[in-house]
């Protein structure tokens, strides 16, 4: 079945650095990528998103790379500021239909 | 814009009882709403999807007879936990899609039952 799972549940960064949360998924079919952000009490908010056809994409102050070959995906946030703080998920969506399957998530805990 | 609203934000009801939760996308059409439940400290899990007229499609292990979905409009989609019990309590989102790809999140609704 499909499952995607992140490899650090929680990440502590110090207010400057960047940060790398990663995740994998298992459904190789899956065709679109996503990354949210949730902050305490709120529902998701979109990061940035890439397709299966590419293997990097960059929003602002943030790039996801994506490698089809191990199946792994990462969101990079540059010099991680506090308002960053937050649960980040990695969705996939697969080959049939628009359903999203989330990751099990990464905190992000940035120090001042 | 793509603002998805909820309301309540917020309900506790009595064990029992019934409540609905709104979902609007306030400045798009969806042709696509989800339903999700959320536990603290946990990731999302897809309950439903629903389509403007049409009977929503329910995730394995979700009962339809418990969280009634109606989908009336493009803007618009309801979810109703009938007979609520304690374990019901939860985090519940909704998003809307106006597409096939994105999805725009609502801010969720915490159902406490007591």
């Known amino acids: 079945g499909e499952s995607v799972g992140l490899h650090l549940p929680t990440l502590s960064v110090q207010e400057g650095d960047n940060s790398i949360i990663n995740c994998a998924y298992s459904n190789s079919a899956s065709d679109y990528f996503i990354w949210y952000k949730q902050e305490s009490g709120k529902g998701p908010q979109f990061i940035i998103d890439?397709?299966?056809?590419?293997d990097k994409r960059q929003g602002q102050r943030v790039t996801v790379l994506l490698n089809k070959t191990v199946k792994h995906l990462s969101l990079q946030i540059a010099a991680t500021q506090p308002g960053d703080s937050a649960v980040y998920f990695c969705?996939?969506?697969?080959?049939?239909?628009?359903?999203?399957?989330f990751g099990g998530g990464t905190r992000v805990l940035v120090k001042p | 814009g793509a603002v998805v609203s909820q309301h309540p934000s917020r309900v506790i009801c009595k064990s029992g009882t019934s409540v609905k939760i709104e979902c609007r996308s306030l400045?798009?059409?969806?042709?696509?709403m989800f339903w999700y439940r959320q536990f603290p400290k946990k990731s999302l899990m897809l309950m439903a999807t629903s389509n403007e007229g049409s009977k929503a499609t329910y995730e394995q292990g979700v009962e339809k007879d418990k969280f009634l979905i109606n989908h009336a409009s493009l803007t618009l989609s309801t979810l109703t936990v009938t007979s609520a019990h304690p374990e019901d309590s939860s985090f519940y989102i909704c998003s809307a899609a106006p597409g096939y790809n994105e999805q725009f999140f609502g801010p969720g609704t915490r159902l406490t039952v007591l």
């Open positions: 890439i397709r299966s056809n590419m």
């Open positions: 969705a996939e969506r697969g080959a049939a239909g628009n359903k999203l399957t």
């Open positions: 400045d798009f059409q969806a042709t696509t």
